[in-house]
């Protein structure tokens, strides 16, 4: 075993034993990490509140080679998530955010870019004077995308050709991506979307563009915008995210 430091998010916590907790973590130079914390649950354990969800510490673990939990030994908090204090939403959105790390990031994988742009966003909540909507869609995207499962959405999933830049264009949720009218025959689970929101959603997944930060450009199409993401998250991972219940800008369907 060989000891790891890290800078790390809580992105997940679940009880073990009377004294202990399984902790998720998602690191910059590890991706995601799964540890073990002995005595996490004493009053006065060793971890302290460095372990709160959506907490950013400085953990020290035991990397494990085989397929044993990683031991988490110690845990600093650098900073802790106060997007409640602005509006309990937004505290709900960083629980998303958490969620789609858990359900779309495998272990021991890093994504630095994704990482950084987790704690920009997770800063983002805590600004009162951001509308926080745009933040969610273009961390959605940012997530996708890093991990490989961006829709396609300016190539025709079927052969490859550019999609017209006027009219509607028919996006496949089983295809993955967008369908131009000679391959779109035969899909099942067609989105007809406007070329306008097809062209926002590219925008926002743009890691060199500041398109996400036009509000009045997202609510625009955000009608047609949010029916879509959670359309493809939905067929992506075979159940409906857990988060869209309680968050109302996920649940506009």
Same mark, same amino acid.
């Given at each position: 075993?060989?000891?790891?430091?890290?800078?790390?998010?809580?992105?997940?916590?679940?009880?073990?034993?009377?004294?202990?907790?399984?902790?998720?973590?998602?690191?910059?130079?590890?991706?995601?990490?799964?540890?073990?914390?002995?005595?996490?649950?004493?009053?006065?354990?060793?971890?302290?509140?460095?372990?709160?969800?959506?907490?950013?510490?400085?953990?020290?673990?035991?990397?494990?080679?085989?397929? @044993?939990?990683? +031991?988490?030994?110690?845990?600093? /908090?650098?900073?802790?998530? %106060? *997007?409640?204090?602005?509006? !309990?939403?937004? #505290?709900?959105?960083?629980?998303?955010?958490?969620?789609?790390?858990?359900?779309?990031?495998?272990?021991?994988?890093?994504?630095?870019?994704?990482?950084?742009?987790?704690?920009?966003?997770?800063?983002?909540?805590?600004?009162?004077?951001?509308?926080?909507?745009?933040?969610?869609?273009?961390?959605?995207?940012?997530?996708?995308?890093?991990?490989?499962?961006?829709?396609?959405?300016?190539?025709?999933?079927?052969?490859?050709?550019?999609?017209?830049?006027?009219?509607?264009? @028919?996006?496949? +949720?089983?295809?993955?991506?967008? /369908?131009?009218?000679?391959? %779109? *025959?035969?899909?099942?689970? !067609?989105?007809? #979307?406007?070329?306008?929101?097809?062209?926002?959603?590219?925008?926002?997944?743009?890691?060199?563009?500041?398109?996400?930060?036009?509000?009045?450009?997202?609510?625009?199409?955000?009608?047609?915008?949010?029916?879509?993401?959670?359309?493809?998250?939905?067929?992506?991972?075979?159940?409906?995210?857990?988060?869209?219940?309680?968050?109302?800008?996920?649940?506009?369907?």
């Amino acid at each position: 075993m060989s000891a790891e430091k890290t800078d790390a998010i809580v992105i997940r916590s679940v009880d073990f034993s009377e004294t202990s907790s399984i902790v998720t973590f998602f690191s910059r130079e590890f991706g995601k990490l799964s540890t073990l914390a002995k005595g996490a649950r004493r009053k006065k354990g060793p971890f302290e509140s460095a372990l709160d969800l959506l907490a950013t510490c400085r953990i020290v673990f035991l990397h494990k080679s085989n397929d @044993a939990l990683d +031991l988490l030994t110690e845990a600093k /908090l650098v900073n802790r998530l %106060r *997007a409640s204090e602005v509006d !309990l939403h937004r #505290l709900y959105a960083g629980y998303y955010f958490a969620e789609l790390l858990q359900n779309l990031t495998d272990e021991m994988d890093p994504h630095p870019e994704l990482y950084d742009v987790t704690l920009e966003s997770l800063r983002l909540l805590e600004d009162g004077e951001v509308l926080y909507e745009p933040v969610v869609l273009r961390y959605e995207l940012t997530v996708l995308r890093e991990t490989g499962h961006l829709p396609s959405l300016r190539q025709c999933v079927g052969c490859g050709q550019g999609i017209s830049s006027t009219g509607r264009v @028919a996006f496949g +949720l089983i295809a993955g991506g967008v /369908l131009c009218p000679t391959c %779109r *025959a035969g899909h099942r689970r !067609l989105v007809s #979307l406007r070329h306008e929101v097809l062209s926002v959603i590219n925008d926002f997944s743009d890691p060199k563009s500041d398109a996400w930060r036009n509000a009045l450009e997202y609510r625009e199409y955000e009608k047609e915008i949010r029916p879509l993401i959670n359309s493809y998250l939905t067929h992506l991972l075979g159940k409906k995210m857990r988060l869209h219940r309680f968050l109302p800008i996920l649940g506009k369907v």
